[in-house]
């Protein structure tokens, strides 16, 4: 069965600081990847996806991902966080051309001012 | 022009009680997914409707049924509502005929209290 891990639960940074988020996911077949991010009081937004091509996928907001196949990864990355990026994230898979996504269980990102 | 709308926001049932969550999709969009995310856990997937059918289903017990009208919008039911069930429902949305027709777009969810 497909199952996507996160393996940071809760990230406290300052702001200026870089951020990495894990994301493994197992699964055999095909698949497209996503970030989701859910602000405070907002509902789950995508932050950035990838189905094909370049591994390294840009998203809004300076966000960043690289999709390492070899790994069965795809870890978030921002050079230098901000107040405002406070939030929870989420990955998430689905199997190419089944519309049923996976999420990890989420990461809440907590950046000091 | 309309993201995914969802209804109600909040609410508190009895156990062994039935519930109707509904979702209005985003404007275009022909697909509806629902998703439980329980206290401290990612989206769980529940089913999807396309063309008012259940296309897929996750592994969610039968007392977990919906239904898609004509105009896209849907409804979840839940049945004999167990403590566990208290969650947040999420709808989402997507538009089959779309570049980016697996790329999914979430409701602010419907928050369910078992008592």
């Known amino acids: 069965a497909q199952s996507v891990s996160q393996h940071n639960h809760h990230v406290i940074l300052s702001e200026a600081a870089s951020l990495e988020l894990g994301c493994n996911y197992s699964?055999?077949?095909?698949?497209?990847l996503f970030w989701y991010v859910q602000y405070p009081g907002q509902h789950l937004q995508l932050l950035l996806k990838?189905?094909?091509?370049?591994?390294l996928v840009k998203g809004i907001k300076g966000f960043e991902a690289e999709f390492i196949k070899s790994k069965f990864s795809f870890n978030l990355r921002k050079p230098s966080v901000q107040w405002s990026d406070t939030a929870e994230y989420f990955c998430?898979?689905?199997?190419?051309?089944?519309?049923?996504?996976?999420f990890g269980s989420g990461t809440k990102l907590n950046v000091k001012p | 022009d309309a993201g995914v709308t969802q209804s109600p926001t909040h609410l508190i049932k009895t156990r062994g009680q039935q519930v109707t969550l509904r979702c209005s999709p985003k404007?275009?969009?022909?697909?509806v997914s629902w998703y439980q995310q329980a206290l401290g856990q990612g989206p769980q997937f529940i089913f999807q409707?396309?063309?008012?059918?259940?296309?897929q289903r996750g592994n969610f017990p039968d007392r977990f049924s919906g239904h898609q009208f004509p105009n896209y919008s849907s409804e979840l039911n839940v049945n004999a509502l167990l403590l566990g069930d208290s969650a947040l429902y999420l709808c989402?949305?997507?538009?089959?005929?779309?570049?980016?027709?697996?790329?999914?777009?979430f409701g602010e969810g419907s928050w369910l209290t078992v008592v």
């Open positions: 989402a949305s997507s538009y089959t005929g779309a570049l980016d027709w697996d790329t999914i777009y």
């Open positions: 699964y055999g077949g095909t698949v497209n």
């Open positions: 990838y189905f094909s091509g370049d591994p």
């Open positions: 998430a898979v689905n199997a190419r051309n089944f519309n049923k996504f996976y």
């Open positions: 404007s275009g969009h022909d697909t």
């Open positions: 409707y396309y063309e008012e059918e259940e296309r």
